[in-house]
């Protein structure tokens, strides 16, 4: 088995790693403070070409692997789990099922502008009465000549509402089979009339990213706006949320990778008792075992990643990824915060924000009770 990663695999590493030092670390605290979505480093991760990745570049893409992509992901959140979170969600939610399930014309319209940085899109599948249990959704639409009409509501929307974010792609009920909901997904863009955005604020975590709430009030799109065949909402949804746990699991392998670091610094410097708190071994062991957790964590993330980009199945593989990591996510950074001792509570110290972003990873996209869930019936229990 070869654990090394390619030449390119290395270079993005690097790259991605300067950039969020130089230029997201510098503002990650006064962003949070504000919360406050930062178009301009929205902007300077497209320039740098880390939205559609994955994706070929007759679409705008870089052409890269699966792995490359979750590499940017797990640096940025290395250091700021907004930026990441803006990142991800893109990537996977938005760009991902508009690139596996759109039609080539519905391709060449929004993927260019969304590997651009300038535009972004949201993915409407959660709604008030309706997350872990997707098949709860209310939202419905039919069709009236030539446009879907669409009446209900999203919640939790992720790149939903600033001004760059340009449609989303909604799930909805469409028809009833025999007592069963049929879900259907639909392309609605930003200014179609019946759509109302709405940001939500006051978040504990992910403070500079963009999370919205959205509203469809006999909300008319084109016919042709239906992404997909009918009936393949649920196909689609669920589909993309397997990719999408591998890069909320390079979150939290990113979240852990950063405060373990903070951890590992304030330890060398802090000193009680003439000496570094490094040096106590109650200490050392805490600092062993989140690095030996690290290193599981991004090994079993890589795998999944390595399953994918050779078209074997990694739905397992993805759920236990995510469930794994953003458990050691909350398991690193509250140590780190302990090894911070009081300091750890004081937002001067920037491991209490690791703290707060970590909280969310074991809710979004699958709760960690859902991953358990996912992962049970694919051993047959």
């Known amino acids: 088995m070869d654990f090394e990663l390619s030449e390119d695999q ?7 790693r300067d950039f969020a030092e130089r230029e997201i670390k510098p503002r990650a605290k006064e962003l949070d403070e504000k919360a406050e979505f930062s178009n301009e480093l929205t902007q300077m991760m497209g320039e740098l070409g880390l939205f559609g990745m994955y994706l070929p570049e007759k679409y705008g893409g870089q052409g890269m692997d699966y792995l ?8 940025i959140a290395r250091i700021d789990g907004s930026q990441a979170a803006t990142l991800a969600a893109h990537n996977s939610l938005g760009i991902g099922p508009l690139y596996y399930y759109g039609s080539e014309e519905q391709k060449m319209k929004y993927l260019p502008p969304l590997c651009t940085g300038e535009a972004l899109w949201g993915f409407g599948l959660t709604e008030p009465d309706a997350g872990s249990d997707s098949r709860g959704s209310k939202t419905k639409a039919y069709l009236d000549g030539d446009e879907w009409v669409i009446n ?15 449609g989303s792609t909604v799930q909805a009920v469409t028809d009833e089979k025999d007592g069963r909901k049929i879900f259907s997904c639909i392309i609605v863009e930003k200014d179609t009339p019946g759509f109302k955005r709405v940001g939500m604020h006051g978040k504990m975590m992910w403070r500079a990213s963009d999370t919205a709430e959205l509203y469809f009030d006999d909300c008319r799109v084109p016919k042709e706006n239906l992404l997909g065949e009918i009936g393949e ?20 392998l990113g979240c852990a990778q950063g405060a373990y670091e903070l951890a590992f610094a ?3 410097e802090r000193k009680q008792f003439g000496k570094p708190i490094s040096k106590f071994q109650v200490n050392a062991f805490k600092l062993a075992d989140m690095a030996t957790k690290i290193e599981l964590a991004r090994n079993l993330l890589y795998k999944a990643c390595w399953l994918k980009d ?4 990694f739905g397992k593989e993805a759920a236990m990824s995510k469930l794994y990591c953003s458990e050691i996510a909350k398991e690193v950074a509250d140590e780190a915060v302990q090894l911070h001792g009081g300091y750890g509570l004081m937002k001067d110290y920037d491991v209490e924000r690791f703290y707060r972003d970590q909280r969310l990873l074991q809710i979004g996209e699958g709760t960690s009770e859902i991953q358990r869930l996912v992962i049970s019936r694919h051993i047959g229990c």
């Open 233 to 252: 909402g649920s196909k689609i949804m669920l589909s993309t949320l397997d990719s999408g746990r591998l890069s909320i699991a390079a979150m939290g």
């Open 68 to 75: 490359s992509y979750i590499i940017a992901v797990e640096e």
């Open 266 to 268: 304030y330890a060398q």
């Open 152 to 166: 209900g509501s999203k919640i939790f929307i992720t790149n939903g509402s600033v001004e760059s974010s340009i």
């Open 10 to 16: 290395q270079m993005i590493r690097e790259s991605v």
């Open 310 to 313: 050779n078209g074997k199945p």
